[in-house]
């Protein structure tokens, strides 16, 4: 059995639409929903999780309406991406509230919040009070709670954001083994890099609608059909500029203050004679970007936002 299917599903609050029309089939797995904020990622994972109702259309998750459904609100573990909780509960105190909400019994909720909690890396931190932590132990205990209750199937909106590159290093490993034990887990974000660290599976959600879904890898290849952009910062851009102006690949130079930009129909390619030329020449680069090598290109692309895109 899918575990949802989204059939012409749309939600609106008032005049404002949150989706529009998505159709749409979970089988399994960990999968990224990544769109921009105001897309409409919020709005799917609160359907998903029985929290709200299509305005039209039928969404189910495990064959039935998740809204109604009891049994399998029990099987959905959520962590919201704003968090409005008891902070003056120590993290086991909030986690064992949770998940008798969640439907554990009351004698197990302590063991089971104290499983959560050690699979979350806050085993030393269990007993102070949540007003007291920093971003990504908020974020922590929150993913604690919502896997106390052993569920089937995680929604986890945005749970990556505040957190710092170690810490968020750590969560990602941990989202990555809860996905290996067999959960089925979606992950919300905006920022391209997050999810490609948890998973190659994604759903591109703009607009309210979905654009696309598949391998995030098959994406980059749409993209990079089209010139790419890549901004060199450096003392020398115009030695930059002379070592790549006669490669076939390489499809405009625009030089701006302390830099180049070089418009290539060939990344990697251009990215490996850069490399040469800065070696070769001895440049001083102080930094490396590229305005496309992120969703935001992603999104102009589906869109046709973008200059030749269809």
């Known amino acids: 059995m899918s575990v949802v299917v989204a059939d012409n599903c749309s939600k609106w609050y008032g005049h404002v639409l949150g989706i529009s029309d998505v159709s749409w089939t979970l089988r399994g797995g960990i999968v990224g929903l990544l769109g921009p904020n105001g897309a409409g990622k919020s709005t799917l994972i609160k359907m998903m999780g029985g929290l709200l109702r299509p ?3 039928k969404l189910t998750v495990y064959g039935e309406n998740p809204f109604d459904s009891i049994e399998v609100r029990r099987r959905i573990g959520y962590a919201p991406e704003h968090e409005k909780t008891w902070d003056d509960l120590t993290a086991l105190e909030l986690v064992t509230v949770m998940a008798q909400l969640a439907g554990v019994p009351k004698d197990a909720a302590t063991t089971a919040a104290k499983v959560a909690i050690e699979q979350m890396g806050m085993t030393g931190a269990m007993h102070r009070r949540v007003k007291g932590f920093s971003k990504g132990m908020r974020q922590r205990t929150k993913l604690a709670t919502a896997i ?5 199937f995680l929604l986890l909106d945005e749970p990556l954001t505040g957190v710092d590159p170690v810490a968020r290093i750590d969560i990602v ?11 089925t887990i979606i992950v919300s974000s905006h920022v391209l890099y997050e999810i490609e660290a948890l998973t190659s599976e994604i759903v591109v959600i703009y607009r309210g609608q979905v654009l696309a879904e598949g391998n995030v890898y098959e994406i980059r290849k749409l993209i990079d059909r089209h010139p790419h952009r890549i901004r060199v910062e450096c003392d020398q851009p115009r030695v930059i500029a002379a070592a790549l102006a006669t490669a076939d690949h390489v499809a405009r130079i625009v030089f701006e203050r302390g830099a180049v930009l070089i418009e290539t129909r060939d990344p990697d390619r251009c990215y490996d004679q850069l490399t040469e030329a800065v070696i070769a020449s001895k440049v001083t680069v102080t930094a490396l970007t590229s305005p496309d090598n992120n969703l935001g290109a992603v999104f102009e692309y589906l869109t046709g936002d973008r200059g030749g895109a269809r």
């Open 55 to 57: 305005s039209r259309g």
């Open 148 to 152: 106390a209750h052993d569920p089937d």
């Open 173 to 183: 490993d941990r989202i990555r083994k809860l996905g290996e034990a067999g959960k």
